[in-house]
C-alpha cells in the first residue's frame, strides 16, 4: 500500500471536488447522523435542518446515498488522519495504532457505524482514500496484509460490540484492547 499521508492544511480527501453549498449540506448531514444516527438522516430531515425544502437537495445530491457517501469518505479521512497522528507519535505501534482507532470510533459512534455496518461504496470514494486509511495499519503490521486484516477485524469487531454495549458492566476493555493487539503482534 502506497505512503499516502495528508500534509497539513491541505484539504480533506473527501470533499474536494464538492461546491461549497453541498459541503454545507453534508455538515448538516453529519451534525444530524452524529447527533440521532444515521436512520434519522433523511433528506426531509436534512432539508428541515437546512431552512430548504427537500427537493433543492437534489441540486447537489442525487440521493441520499450519495450524501451518506460523503460521510463514509469523511469518516475514513477523519480516521486515517488519527492513525497518522499516532503512528507519527509512535512509529510501527500497533497498540497505539488500535488505540487511536478506538478513540476515534468511540467519539463518533453514529457515523462509525453509518460507515461499516453496510457495503463499502468502493466505487464512490475519492481515489486511494481506502488505502490511505489501511496505510498506518499496515506499515504496523511490517507491510503483511494478512495480519493487517486481521488486526482490522479484531479492532472493529471490539469497537462495534462496545458501542453496542454488548459487554457485560464492568469488563476491562482497555486490557482486551492491549492483551489482542498484544495477541497480534507475537
Known amino acids: 500500500m502506497a505512503d499516502q499521508r495528508q500534509e497539513p492544511g491541505e484539504p480533506p480527501t473527501w470533499g474536494e471536488r464538492l461546491t461549497p ?4 449540506i ?6 444530524l447522523v452524529e447527533e440521532s444516527g444515521a436512520e434519522k438522516l433523511t433528506m426531509r430531515s436534512l432539508a428541515d435542518r437546512l431552512g430548504i425544502k427537500a427537493p433543492s437537495l437534489y441540486k447537489h445530491f442525487p440521493d441520499k446515498q450519495a450524501v451518506e ?10 480516521c486515517a488522519a488519527a492513525c497518522e497522528a499516532a503512528e507519527t507519535q509512535a512509529p510501527g505501534s500497533l497498540e497505539a495504532i488500535a488505540d487511536a482507532y478506538r478513540a476515534y470510533a468511540l467519539r463518533h459512534p453514529h457515523l ?34 494478512e495480519l493487517a486484516r486481521a488486526a482490522w477485524a479484531f479492532a472493529h ?11 457485560p458492566e ?9 492483551k489482542g493487539t498484544r495477541a497480534l503482534i507475537r
Open 21 to 24: 453549498r453541498a459541503r454545507e
Open 112 to 145: 462509525y457505524r453509518l460507515a461499516t455496518e453496510r457495503p463499502l461504496p468502493r466505487h464512490a470514494l475519492p481515489d486511494g482514500l481506502e488505502d490511505r486509511t489501511a496505510a498506518p495499519l499496515v506499515r504496523a503490521c511490517a507491510g503483511d496484509g
Open 170 to 178: 464492568g469488563a476491562d476493555l482497555g486490557a482486551a484492547w492491549k
Open 69 to 78: 457517501v460523503q460521510l463514509i469518505a469523511q469518516m475514513l479521512d477523519e
Open 26 to 31: 453534508v455538515h448538516a448531514a453529519r451534525e
Open 157 to 167: 469487531g471490539m469497537v462495534i460490540l462496545e458501542i453496542h454495549g454488548r459487554f
